[in-house]
Nanobody, 123 residues
């Protein structure tokens, strides 16, 4: 059974930075993909960044140039470095994984989900 546990959320002022972590336990196939999603109050969950098993990455237009997704395979941890944060980045951020993923930003691609971590950016 795969479990994902996020950490690193918090409250920052606009322009600040945060790094989210997602620890993975259990077995994920070698053809995995992983991603970060976020959901603001009253809005649908949206893809933020994804990474494929070959290291290919993709980003939502709203975060390109500000967020970076990375992974440490030895530590089985996924990261999201968030810089130049804006109030509109405020949301609950979720880590997601899929055994045979394509590295997309579509919610339906992913089978495994974490519980989420709150990120609040004040102006």
């Amino acid at each position: 059974q795969v479990q994902l546990v996020e950490s690193g959320g918090g409250s920052v002022q606009a322009g600040g930075s945060l790094r989210l972590s997602c620890e993975v336990s259990g077995y994920i196939d070698e053809y995995y993909s992983m991603a970060w999603f976020r959901q603001a109050p009253g809005k649908e969950r949206e893809g933020v960044a994804a990474i494929d098993n070959d290291g290919s990455t993709s980003y939502a237009d709203s975060v390109k140039g500000r967020f970076t997704i990375s992974q440490d395979n030895a530590k089985k941890t996924l990261y999201l470095q968030m810089n130049t944060l804006k109030p509109e980045d405020t949301a609950v951020y979720y880590c997601a994984a899929e055994d045979y993923g394509a590295g997309t930003l579509f919610v339906d691609e992913y089978k495994y989900w974490g519980q989420g971590t709150q990120v609040t950016v004040s102006s």
